[in-house]
């Protein structure tokens, strides 16, 4: 019976640390967009934003990326979609947004992607979801209809929605990938080490795309202005490397393996709270009550979808295991 007890003891220990880690990681996330829009605002191109981040993430894990450099041999094809899709797509897409619309709504919308995985699994590989899971992408559709205001002929940008949308569709790509490569047993690689070379993958992309010979480096000498409160722009660019990329996603993994993947996705979902009510304390991005309100129903319907436990024989339904994975670890990039 001691035995028991001690056994019971550590494992709740264990799942504490491991919500701990969660909600670390969901902070952490949530505050990128903050940091970045007013750097963003005060003169870097958007794409110069997330190259900063990225490279800057890159640097830092760069020894991890030494210790496991032998997935670059067993699994080039992950590393590629990681640091593609989930790293330099989903977080240019997602600064892009935030140039033309609130953090609140750009993270909303990019947490369409559980619904988008499941319209996949379901119209492309023409298999069968769960009802919940079916509840919970007509849930966020829907909400998302009353954060952007359709009643009114879409409130906000439309190219920056559309460029939200884009985030949510680059996820949907790593959530497919993921779904075909990750459950492995014995020789699945270590997490951190994908995170490490995805990292270095999407710095090298977005070097090519985002040119960063030709930044305003000067802007990083200066003050950026969070509400009208001056902050100065490298203390916030510290922010998003150090906190907003390997803080978060080192904690969201860590927490994963601690946690089972439905709840360390739920807790995920945090991340749109925790960005929509620092935009609003720190940026002051006021959102109407109705866009509240579907706020709610877009995490509702995504909390719905990711609990869904898909059934694993052949022919049964299927529901967003891949998201489930990909925020868990993220703490969903951009």
Do not use: N
């Not at 009550?289 to 129903?297: D, E, S, W």
């Not at 509702?300 to 979808?305: P, Q, R, T």
Request: a positive charge; glycine letters at 12%.
């Amino acid at each position: 019976m001691p035995v028991h007890t001690s056994g019971s003891i550590q494992g709740g220990r264990g799942k504490g640390a491991g919500l701990s880690l969660a909600l670390v990681s969901a902070l952490a996330f949530g505050g990128s967009g903050v940091a970045a829009k007013p750097l963003i605002e005060a003169g870097l191109d958007p794409l110069h934003v997330v190259w900063l981040r990225v490279t800057g993430a890159a640097l830092v894990m760069l020894p991890l990326a030494v210790r496991h450099r032998a997935l670059l041999r067993r699994r080039p094809v992950l590393l590629a979609g990681f640091g593609l899709l989930a790293v330099a797509g989903v977080q240019a897409f997602y600064f892009a947004a935030l140039s033309r619309i609130p953090v609140g709504v750009a993270l909303l919308i990019e947490y369409l992607a559980p619904a988008l995985v499941l319209g996949w699994v379901r119209f492309v590989q023409r298999r069968p979801v769960t009802r919940a899971a079916a509840l919970g992408v007509v849930l966020a559709v829907g909400g998302l209809a009353c954060v952007v205001e359709v009643w009114s002929g879409l409130s906000f940008d439309a190219l920056g929605l559309l460029l939200a949308l884009g985030a949510a569709c680059c996820q949907v790509g790593y959530f497919v990938l993921s779904d075909q490569g990750s459950d492995s047993g014995a020789d699945t690689p270590d997490p951190l080490g994908v995170i490490a070379y995805g990292l270095l993958v999407g710095a090298a992309m977005l070097t090519v795309v985002a040119r960063p010979w030709g930044m305003d480096w000067s802007v990083l000498a200066h003050t950026a202005r969070m509400d009208g409160t001056p902050v100065a722009a490298w203390l916030l660019l510290a922010w998003i490397v150090l906190l907003a990329t390997v803080v978060a996603y080192v904690t969201g993994v860590l927490s994963v393996r601690r946690l089972s993947p439905q709840v360390a996705g739920v807790v995920a979902c945090l991340e749109a709270v925790i960005a929509t009510v620092l935009a609003w304390v720190l940026l002051g991005e006021h959102l109407s009550a109705p866009q509240i309100v579907g706020g709610a129903v877009v995490l509702v319907g995504a909390f719905i979808a990711q609990s869904s436990t898909p059934a694993k024989g052949p022919g049964e339904p299927v529901a967003a295991d891949g998201a489930e994975r990909e925020l868990s670890a993220r703490g969903t990039a951009a």
